[in-house]
Protein backbone atom coordinates (compact mmCIF):
# COMPACT_ATOMS: atom_id res chain seq x y z
CA UNK A 1 0.00 0.00 0.00
CA UNK A 2 1.12 3.45 -0.96
CA UNK A 3 2.24 5.62 1.90
CA UNK A 4 -0.39 8.24 2.16
CA UNK A 5 -0.58 10.84 4.91
CA UNK A 6 -3.77 12.57 6.73
CA UNK A 7 -3.48 16.35 7.72
CA UNK A 8 -3.68 16.67 11.11
CA UNK A 9 -4.27 19.82 13.52
CA UNK A 10 -3.85 19.73 17.05
CA UNK A 11 -6.51 21.98 19.35
CA UNK A 12 -5.69 22.88 22.72
CA UNK A 13 -8.93 22.92 24.66
CA UNK A 14 -7.85 22.91 28.11
CA UNK A 15 -4.34 22.24 30.03
CA UNK A 16 -5.98 19.10 30.06
CA UNK A 17 -7.73 17.80 26.73
CA UNK A 18 -6.83 18.22 23.30
CA UNK A 19 -8.77 17.67 20.34
CA UNK A 20 -7.15 16.28 17.36
CA UNK A 21 -8.73 16.65 13.72
CA UNK A 22 -7.97 14.24 10.98
CA UNK A 23 -8.45 14.62 7.44
CA UNK A 24 -7.80 11.46 5.58
CA UNK A 25 -7.48 11.69 1.69
CA UNK A 26 -10.09 9.59 -0.55
CA UNK A 27 -7.01 7.83 -2.19
CA UNK A 28 -6.08 6.36 1.57
CA UNK A 29 -9.70 5.46 2.38
CA UNK A 30 -10.12 4.16 -1.11
CA UNK A 31 -6.66 1.62 -0.16
CA UNK A 32 -8.16 0.83 3.04
CA UNK A 33 -11.26 -0.07 1.59
CA UNK A 34 -10.18 -2.08 -1.38
CA UNK A 35 -7.71 -4.36 1.47
CA UNK A 36 -10.28 -4.85 3.59
CA UNK A 37 -12.69 -6.33 0.46
CA UNK A 38 -9.93 -8.26 -0.31
CA UNK A 39 -9.60 -9.66 3.57
CA UNK A 40 -13.32 -10.40 3.69
CA UNK A 41 -13.47 -12.18 0.15
CA UNK A 42 -10.72 -14.40 1.47
CA UNK A 43 -12.30 -15.57 4.59
CA UNK A 44 -16.30 -15.84 3.37
CA UNK A 45 -17.73 -18.66 1.88
CA UNK A 46 -20.20 -18.09 -1.21
CA UNK A 47 -22.24 -20.79 -3.02
CA UNK A 48 -20.86 -21.27 -6.05
CA UNK A 49 -17.49 -19.61 -5.94
CA UNK A 50 -13.80 -20.64 -4.49
CA UNK A 51 -12.57 -18.16 -1.41
CA UNK A 52 -11.38 -15.59 -2.85
CA UNK A 53 -13.01 -15.38 -5.68
CA UNK A 54 -16.22 -13.87 -4.91
CA UNK A 55 -17.64 -11.43 -7.15
CA UNK A 56 -16.87 -7.78 -5.80
CA UNK A 57 -20.32 -6.79 -6.28
CA UNK A 58 -21.71 -9.52 -4.39
CA UNK A 59 -18.85 -8.77 -1.57
CA UNK A 60 -20.41 -5.44 -2.04
CA UNK A 61 -24.46 -6.20 -1.58
CA UNK A 62 -23.61 -8.93 1.41
CA UNK A 63 -20.69 -7.19 3.49
CA UNK A 64 -20.64 -3.82 2.79
CA UNK A 65 -21.87 -2.43 6.38
CA UNK A 66 -19.01 -4.66 7.63
CA UNK A 67 -16.43 -3.92 5.56
CA UNK A 68 -16.85 -0.21 6.20
CA UNK A 69 -17.10 -0.46 9.83
CA UNK A 70 -13.51 -2.45 9.99
CA UNK A 71 -12.38 0.54 7.52
CA UNK A 72 -13.36 3.36 9.68
CA UNK A 73 -11.61 1.44 12.60
CA UNK A 74 -8.36 0.52 10.67
CA UNK A 75 -7.84 4.06 9.36
CA UNK A 76 -8.97 5.42 13.06
CA UNK A 77 -6.30 3.41 14.52
CA UNK A 78 -3.75 3.81 12.62
CA UNK A 79 -3.48 7.78 12.02
CA UNK A 80 -4.70 8.50 15.66
CA UNK A 81 -1.60 5.80 17.28
CA UNK A 82 0.79 7.45 14.67
CA UNK A 83 0.17 10.49 15.40
CA UNK A 84 0.68 10.35 19.18
CA UNK A 85 3.55 8.91 18.83
CA UNK A 86 5.13 11.51 15.88
CA UNK A 87 3.69 14.17 18.23
CA UNK A 88 5.11 12.88 21.18
CA UNK A 89 1.06 13.19 23.06
CA UNK A 90 0.91 11.04 25.67
CA UNK A 91 -2.98 10.01 26.14
CA UNK A 92 -4.75 9.28 29.06
CA UNK A 93 -7.51 6.54 29.25
CA UNK A 94 -9.37 6.11 25.95
CA UNK A 95 -10.00 8.88 23.20
CA UNK A 96 -13.48 10.18 22.55
CA UNK A 97 -13.85 9.71 18.92
CA UNK A 98 -16.49 11.52 16.16
CA UNK A 99 -17.11 10.67 12.41
CA UNK A 100 -19.48 10.79 10.05
CA UNK A 101 -18.49 7.47 8.24
CA UNK A 102 -17.38 6.75 4.72
CA UNK A 103 -18.27 9.03 2.02
CA UNK A 104 -17.75 7.46 -1.55
CA UNK A 105 -15.14 9.86 -3.26
CA UNK A 106 -14.80 11.93 -0.25
CA UNK A 107 -11.99 12.67 2.36
CA UNK A 108 -12.91 10.91 5.83
CA UNK A 109 -12.64 13.25 8.40
CA UNK A 110 -12.95 12.34 12.66
CA UNK A 111 -11.84 14.12 15.70
CA UNK A 112 -10.12 12.47 18.86
CA UNK A 113 -10.14 14.15 21.86
CA UNK A 114 -8.01 13.50 24.72
CA UNK A 115 -6.67 14.02 28.03
CA UNK A 116 -3.03 14.46 29.03
CA UNK A 117 -0.98 15.26 32.23
CA UNK A 118 -1.26 18.81 32.82
CA UNK A 119 2.60 20.39 31.85
CA UNK A 120 3.83 23.23 34.36
CA UNK A 121 6.71 24.25 36.14
CA UNK A 122 6.39 23.22 40.03
CA UNK A 123 7.35 26.16 42.12
CA UNK A 124 7.10 27.20 45.83
CA UNK A 125 8.28 23.70 47.59
CA UNK A 126 11.39 24.72 48.60
CA UNK A 127 11.88 27.02 51.81
CA UNK A 128 9.06 26.01 53.19
CA UNK A 129 8.26 27.08 56.70
CA UNK A 130 6.61 24.31 58.46
CA UNK A 131 6.49 23.01 62.30
CA UNK A 132 6.55 19.89 63.83
CA UNK A 133 5.91 18.73 66.81
CA UNK A 134 7.83 16.96 69.23
CA UNK A 135 6.31 13.96 70.63
CA UNK A 136 5.83 13.82 74.40
CA UNK A 137 3.93 10.99 76.65
CA UNK A 138 2.90 12.35 80.00
CA UNK A 139 1.82 9.97 82.59
CA UNK A 140 -1.39 10.71 81.98
CA UNK A 141 -0.96 9.24 78.99
CA UNK A 142 0.44 5.99 79.60
CA UNK A 143 -2.56 5.81 82.20
CA UNK A 144 -5.19 6.28 79.81
CA UNK A 145 -3.69 3.89 77.38
CA UNK A 146 -3.42 1.39 80.40
CA UNK A 147 -7.25 2.19 81.33
CA UNK A 148 -7.72 1.05 77.41
CA UNK A 149 -5.95 -2.38 78.09
CA UNK A 150 -7.91 -3.24 81.38
CA UNK A 151 -11.00 -2.43 79.38
CA UNK A 152 -10.32 -5.24 77.03
CA UNK A 153 -10.41 -7.51 79.98
CA UNK A 154 -13.25 -6.08 82.16
CA UNK A 155 -16.40 -8.10 83.42
CA UNK A 156 -19.94 -7.01 83.68
CA UNK A 157 -21.46 -7.26 87.08
CA UNK A 158 -25.14 -7.06 87.70
CA UNK A 159 -25.89 -4.06 90.29
CA UNK A 160 -27.29 -5.36 93.26
CA UNK A 161 -28.56 -2.25 94.87
CA UNK A 162 -32.13 -1.13 93.45
CA UNK A 163 -30.06 2.23 92.11
CA UNK A 164 -31.47 3.79 88.23
CA UNK A 165 -29.77 3.47 85.36
CA UNK A 166 -27.07 5.76 84.40
CA UNK A 167 -24.62 6.81 81.13
CA UNK A 168 -22.05 3.43 81.30
CA UNK A 169 -24.48 0.94 82.45
CA UNK A 170 -25.11 -2.54 80.57
CA UNK A 171 -28.82 -2.71 80.19
CA UNK A 172 -31.19 -6.14 79.41
CA UNK A 173 -34.50 -5.39 78.46
CA UNK A 174 -37.71 -6.82 76.97
CA UNK A 175 -39.23 -4.19 74.09
CA UNK A 176 -40.87 -4.02 71.27
CA UNK A 177 -41.97 -1.07 68.96
CA UNK A 178 -45.16 -0.25 67.37
CA UNK A 179 -45.87 1.72 64.19
CA UNK A 180 -49.38 3.14 64.45
CA UNK A 181 -51.22 -0.21 65.75
CA UNK A 182 -48.56 -2.74 63.74
CA UNK A 183 -46.06 -3.80 66.31
CA UNK A 184 -43.03 -4.97 64.56
CA UNK A 185 -40.89 -8.26 64.69
CA UNK A 186 -37.94 -6.55 63.70
CA UNK A 187 -38.30 -3.76 66.81
CA UNK A 188 -39.18 -6.67 69.30
CA UNK A 189 -36.66 -8.53 71.16
CA UNK A 190 -36.12 -10.37 74.61
CA UNK A 191 -33.17 -10.68 76.85
CA UNK A 192 -31.81 -7.79 74.81
CA UNK A 193 -28.19 -6.51 76.20
CA UNK A 194 -27.62 -2.58 75.44
CA UNK A 195 -25.29 0.01 76.88
CA UNK A 196 -26.12 3.36 77.71
CA UNK A 197 -24.71 5.79 75.86
CA UNK A 198 -22.97 3.23 73.30
CA UNK A 199 -25.21 5.07 70.37
CA UNK A 200 -25.80 1.23 69.11
CA UNK A 201 -29.42 2.07 69.12
CA UNK A 202 -32.17 4.34 67.04
CA UNK A 203 -31.39 7.92 68.05
CA UNK A 204 -33.43 9.08 71.41
CA UNK A 205 -34.34 5.58 72.16
CA UNK A 206 -31.17 4.90 75.46
CA UNK A 207 -32.13 8.32 76.93
CA UNK A 208 -35.36 7.45 77.76
CA UNK A 209 -34.25 4.09 79.75
CA UNK A 210 -31.96 6.27 81.97
CA UNK A 211 -33.30 6.42 85.35
CA UNK A 212 -35.08 3.37 85.14
CA UNK A 213 -35.13 0.78 87.66
CA UNK A 214 -34.61 -3.06 87.61
CA UNK A 215 -38.67 -4.57 86.64
CA UNK A 216 -40.04 -0.89 85.67
CA UNK A 217 -42.20 -0.98 82.75
CA UNK A 218 -41.91 2.30 80.60
CA UNK A 219 -43.68 3.36 77.36
CA UNK A 220 -42.58 6.20 74.59
CA UNK A 221 -42.39 7.65 71.49
CA UNK A 222 -38.81 7.95 69.38
CA UNK A 223 -38.93 9.63 66.21
CA UNK A 224 -36.22 7.46 63.41
CA UNK A 225 -34.45 9.49 61.61
CA UNK A 226 -34.82 10.58 58.01
CA UNK A 227 -32.06 8.78 56.83
CA UNK A 228 -32.78 5.60 58.55
CA UNK A 229 -32.06 2.68 56.41
CA UNK A 230 -35.35 1.25 56.67
CA UNK A 231 -36.92 3.31 53.97
CA UNK A 232 -40.74 2.72 55.87
CA UNK A 233 -39.59 3.97 59.09
CA UNK A 234 -37.34 6.33 58.16
CA UNK A 235 -38.63 9.85 59.59
CA UNK A 236 -41.88 8.11 61.09
CA UNK A 237 -42.67 7.98 65.15
CA UNK A 238 -42.38 3.97 67.00
CA UNK A 239 -43.95 3.64 70.31
CA UNK A 240 -41.93 1.84 72.05
CA UNK A 241 -42.71 -0.69 74.98
CA UNK A 242 -39.68 -1.72 77.40
CA UNK A 243 -39.28 -3.81 80.33
CA UNK A 244 -35.71 -3.07 82.28
CA UNK A 245 -35.30 -6.59 83.27
CA UNK A 246 -31.74 -5.80 85.04
CA UNK A 247 -28.52 -3.24 85.58
CA UNK A 248 -24.97 -4.67 85.19
CA UNK A 249 -21.69 -2.33 85.16
CA UNK A 250 -18.24 -2.53 83.85
CA UNK A 251 -15.96 -4.00 86.44
CA UNK A 252 -11.96 -3.00 85.34
CA UNK A 253 -9.81 -5.51 86.74
CA UNK A 254 -6.98 -3.65 89.45
CA UNK A 255 -3.88 -3.04 87.62
CA UNK A 256 -1.82 -5.07 89.68
CA UNK A 257 0.74 -7.94 89.53
CA UNK A 258 -1.73 -10.33 88.84
CA UNK A 259 -3.34 -8.56 86.24
CA UNK A 260 0.33 -8.78 84.55
CA UNK A 261 -0.37 -12.68 84.41
CA UNK A 262 -2.72 -12.26 81.25
CA UNK A 263 0.41 -11.51 79.37
CA UNK A 264 2.79 -14.22 78.72
CA UNK A 265 5.81 -11.12 77.26
CA UNK A 266 5.74 -9.06 80.84
CA UNK A 267 6.96 -10.27 84.07
CA UNK A 268 6.61 -6.95 86.31
CA UNK A 269 3.82 -4.24 86.17
CA UNK A 270 6.67 -1.69 84.94
CA UNK A 271 7.80 -3.90 81.99
CA UNK A 272 4.00 -3.27 80.79
CA UNK A 273 4.58 0.47 81.55
CA UNK A 274 7.48 0.62 79.92
CA UNK A 275 6.12 -0.62 76.41
CA UNK A 276 3.11 1.60 76.62
CA UNK A 277 4.76 4.54 76.85
CA UNK A 278 7.15 3.33 74.20
CA UNK A 279 4.13 2.16 71.96
CA UNK A 280 2.65 5.46 72.70
CA UNK A 281 6.03 7.17 71.80
CA UNK A 282 5.83 5.48 68.63
CA UNK A 283 2.60 6.10 67.65
CA UNK A 284 3.00 9.81 68.56
CA UNK A 285 6.15 10.19 66.21
CA UNK A 286 4.03 8.58 63.37
CA UNK A 287 1.28 11.17 63.86
CA UNK A 288 3.42 14.15 64.06
CA UNK A 289 5.62 12.80 61.14
CA UNK A 290 1.90 12.07 59.19
CA UNK A 291 0.66 15.90 60.51
CA UNK A 292 4.23 17.53 58.79
CA UNK A 293 3.30 15.48 55.67
CA UNK A 294 0.06 16.79 55.63
CA UNK A 295 1.23 20.29 56.09
CA UNK A 296 3.53 19.62 53.50
CA UNK A 297 1.07 18.20 51.15
CA UNK A 298 -1.42 21.62 51.47
CA UNK A 299 1.67 24.10 50.96
CA UNK A 300 2.84 22.20 47.67
CA UNK A 301 -1.03 22.47 45.96
CA UNK A 302 -1.53 25.82 47.51
CA UNK A 303 1.70 27.04 45.73
CA UNK A 304 0.93 24.86 42.11
CA UNK A 305 -2.80 25.75 41.41
CA UNK A 306 -3.30 23.66 38.02
CA UNK A 307 -5.98 20.92 36.38
CA UNK A 308 -6.47 17.86 36.49
CA UNK A 309 -7.83 15.10 33.74
CA UNK A 310 -10.99 13.69 35.06
CA UNK A 311 -9.97 10.32 34.04
CA UNK A 312 -7.48 10.06 36.33
CA UNK A 313 -10.01 11.38 39.14
CA UNK A 314 -12.41 8.86 37.74
CA UNK A 315 -9.47 6.03 38.47
CA UNK A 316 -9.03 7.44 41.75
CA UNK A 317 -12.51 7.61 42.61
CA UNK A 318 -12.90 3.60 41.22
CA UNK A 319 -10.37 2.84 43.57
CA UNK A 320 -11.88 3.91 46.53
CA UNK A 321 -14.96 3.37 45.82
CA UNK A 322 -13.45 -0.59 45.58
CA UNK A 323 -11.71 -0.15 48.75
CA UNK A 324 -15.04 0.80 50.88
CA UNK A 325 -16.64 -2.62 49.13
CA UNK A 326 -13.92 -4.92 49.81
CA UNK A 327 -13.90 -3.25 53.77
CA UNK A 328 -18.24 -3.56 53.80
CA UNK A 329 -17.72 -7.52 52.78
CA UNK A 330 -15.45 -7.72 54.94
CA UNK A 331 -17.64 -6.59 57.96
CA UNK A 332 -20.23 -9.07 56.48
CA UNK A 333 -22.62 -7.53 54.24
CA UNK A 334 -23.73 -8.86 51.51
CA UNK A 335 -22.42 -8.28 48.44
CA UNK A 336 -25.37 -6.48 46.93
CA UNK A 337 -25.61 -4.05 49.60
CA UNK A 338 -22.37 -3.51 49.55
CA UNK A 339 -22.35 -2.72 46.28
CA UNK A 340 -25.01 -0.25 46.36
CA UNK A 341 -23.67 1.84 48.77
CA UNK A 342 -19.96 1.61 47.65
CA UNK A 343 -21.42 3.38 44.46
CA UNK A 344 -23.36 6.24 46.38
CA UNK A 345 -19.93 7.29 47.67
CA UNK A 346 -19.24 8.39 44.60
CA UNK A 347 -19.88 11.93 44.85
CA UNK A 348 -18.49 12.14 48.36
CA UNK A 349 -15.36 10.54 47.12
CA UNK A 350 -14.74 13.02 44.49
CA UNK A 351 -12.70 16.01 46.56
CA UNK A 352 -10.28 13.17 48.08
CA UNK A 353 -9.81 12.22 44.61
CA UNK A 354 -8.93 15.05 42.97
CA UNK A 355 -6.50 16.09 45.62
CA UNK A 356 -4.91 12.69 45.72
CA UNK A 357 -4.02 12.66 41.63
CA UNK A 358 -3.09 16.55 41.95
CA UNK A 359 -0.55 15.53 45.12
CA UNK A 360 0.39 12.77 42.43
CA UNK A 361 0.93 14.54 39.71
CA UNK A 362 3.12 17.38 41.49
CA UNK A 363 5.57 14.34 43.12
CA UNK A 364 6.15 13.63 40.02
CA UNK A 365 7.33 16.89 38.37
CA UNK A 366 8.87 18.06 41.35
CA UNK A 367 10.84 14.43 41.27
CA UNK A 368 11.55 15.03 37.53
CA UNK A 369 13.08 18.65 37.85
CA UNK A 370 14.96 17.43 41.42
CA UNK A 371 16.37 13.80 39.42
CA UNK A 372 14.71 12.04 42.54
CA UNK A 373 13.83 8.94 41.53
CA UNK A 374 13.19 4.88 43.20
CA UNK A 375 15.66 2.55 42.14
CA UNK A 376 14.44 -1.45 41.55
CA UNK A 377 16.87 -2.23 44.49
CA UNK A 378 14.62 0.15 46.54
CA UNK A 379 11.52 -0.91 45.37
CA UNK A 380 12.31 -4.55 46.15
CA UNK A 381 13.78 -3.47 49.84
CA UNK A 382 10.10 -1.96 49.89
CA UNK A 383 8.52 -4.76 49.03
CA UNK A 384 10.44 -7.39 51.49
CA UNK A 385 9.43 -4.65 54.12
CA UNK A 386 5.64 -5.10 53.43
CA UNK A 387 6.57 -8.93 53.60
CA UNK A 388 7.96 -9.35 56.69
CA UNK A 389 5.32 -6.64 58.00
CA UNK A 390 2.55 -8.99 56.98
CA UNK A 391 4.44 -12.38 57.85
CA UNK A 392 4.55 -13.39 53.93
CA UNK A 393 8.00 -14.46 51.58
CA UNK A 394 8.74 -12.06 49.24
CA UNK A 395 8.02 -13.91 46.46
CA UNK A 396 4.38 -14.29 47.52
CA UNK A 397 4.51 -10.43 48.14
CA UNK A 398 5.72 -9.38 44.87
CA UNK A 399 3.64 -11.98 43.02
CA UNK A 400 0.57 -10.49 44.50
CA UNK A 401 1.42 -7.16 44.11
CA UNK A 402 2.15 -8.01 40.09
CA UNK A 403 -1.00 -10.11 40.01
CA UNK A 404 -2.66 -6.96 40.94
CA UNK A 405 -0.80 -4.43 39.33
CA UNK A 406 0.05 -2.73 42.44
CA UNK A 407 4.29 -2.80 41.94
CA UNK A 408 4.70 0.56 40.58
CA UNK A 409 1.79 2.08 42.80
CA UNK A 410 4.65 0.95 45.46
CA UNK A 411 7.00 2.78 43.96
CA UNK A 412 5.03 5.58 43.73
CA UNK A 413 4.28 5.71 47.17
CA UNK A 414 8.20 5.43 47.58
CA UNK A 415 8.55 8.27 45.25
CA UNK A 416 6.12 10.43 47.13
CA UNK A 417 8.04 9.72 50.42
CA UNK A 418 11.61 10.65 48.71
CA UNK A 419 10.29 13.90 47.12
CA UNK A 420 8.41 14.89 51.33
CA UNK A 421 12.05 14.10 52.27
CA UNK A 422 13.36 16.59 50.45
CA UNK A 423 11.32 18.93 50.94
CA UNK A 424 11.54 18.86 54.56
CA UNK A 425 14.98 18.82 54.31
CA UNK A 426 15.27 21.76 52.37
CA UNK A 427 12.23 23.42 54.48
CA UNK A 428 12.75 25.67 57.64
CA UNK A 429 10.73 23.36 60.62
CA UNK A 430 10.15 24.81 63.81
CA UNK A 431 9.84 22.07 66.71
CA UNK A 432 6.66 22.73 68.88
CA UNK A 433 5.70 20.77 71.90
CA UNK A 434 8.41 18.49 74.09
CA UNK A 435 11.36 19.05 76.40
CA UNK A 436 13.34 20.72 73.91
CA UNK A 437 10.57 23.09 71.81
CA UNK A 438 11.82 25.83 70.17
CA UNK A 439 14.46 25.06 68.59
CA UNK A 440 14.44 25.21 64.24
CA UNK A 441 15.60 21.88 62.19
Request: aromatic share 8%; glycine share 6%.
Amino acid sequence: MNEVRAEVTVEDLSPVKKKLVFQIPWEDVKQELESAYRSVGHKVKVKGFRPGKVPRAILETRYRDYVTEETVTSLVNRHYWETLKEKEIASIGQPHIEQQGIEVGKDFNFTATVEVDPVFEPQGYLGLELSREEPSVTDEDVENRLREIRNLYATLEEVSEGREVRKGDYVTIDFEGRLGQEVRKDLKSEGYLLEIGGGMFVPGFEEHLTGMKPGEKKEFPVTFPENYRAKDLAGKEVVFSVVLKNIKEKKLPELNEEFIKNFEKYETLEQLRGEVKASLQEEKKGAAEAALRESIRQAILQNNPFEVPDTLVERQIFSMMADAHRRMMYRGMDEKKATELSIKLHDQFKEEATRIVRTFLLVKRIAAKESIAVSDQELEARIRELAAGSGRSYDDMRASLEKDDLTESVRGEELAKKVFDFIEKNAKVTVTGGPSAGGKA
